[in-house]
């Protein structure tokens, strides 16, 4: 798991988004830390990785990319990548930059979440203060 470059490629280019992944990845199963079980990869059907950017100022915008891998006799697919988009407004200010990764547990889900769903409407509280997690 060794990233080849140090040069981050284009973050919207395929190679830029695999890259942000192994980058996240690295982080997250350094020996030093200790908040994410390591047997999560053997009980896992899929892997998405997450990066988004948030910025607000009473009105918001959200855009991202994924990158989703699927577990398979054979080991893992080959990545496969989402664009994310999101719109929203309420009592906020700032910028707020996010890498995630989500485990997926069964099949059901790993559709969901790669699933064409087009609009949908919610409701989110967030509140971010500071500089938290890994990296």
């Known amino acids: ?4 470059s140090s ?8 190679e830029g988004m695999i890259w942000n992944a ?25 892997i ?3 990066n988004t950017v948030k ?7 959200t855009v991202g990319s994924a990158i989703a891998l699927r577990k398979t006799e054979n080991g893992w697919s080959p990545p496969c990548a989402v664009g994310l988009s999101n719109l929203g407004f309420g009592i ?3 910028v707020s930059v996010s890498d995630l990764i989500i485990f997926v547990f069964d099949e059901e889900s790993m559709k969901g979440l790669v699933a064409d769903k ?3 409407l ?12 890994i990296g």
């Not at 798991?1 to 080849?4: D, K, P, Q």
């Not at 040069?7 to 395929?14: A, G, I, K, L």
């Open 122 to 133: 919610g409701t989110n509280i967030e509140l971010t203060v500071g500089q938290a997690g």
């Open 118 to 120: 087009g609009m949908t």
């Open 92 to 94: 906020l200010a700032g």
């Open 1 to 4: 798991m060794s990233t080849t």
């Open 7 to 14: 040069t981050r490629p284009n973050p919207t280019t395929m």
């Open 22 to 46: 192994n980058h996240v990845l690295e982080s997250a199963v350094k020996p030093s830390i200790k908040g994410m079980p390591k047997g999560l990869f053997d009980k896992c059907v899929g």
């Open 55 to 61: 910025v607000g100022l009473i009105f918001s915008g």
């Open 48 to 50: 998405v990785f997450v």
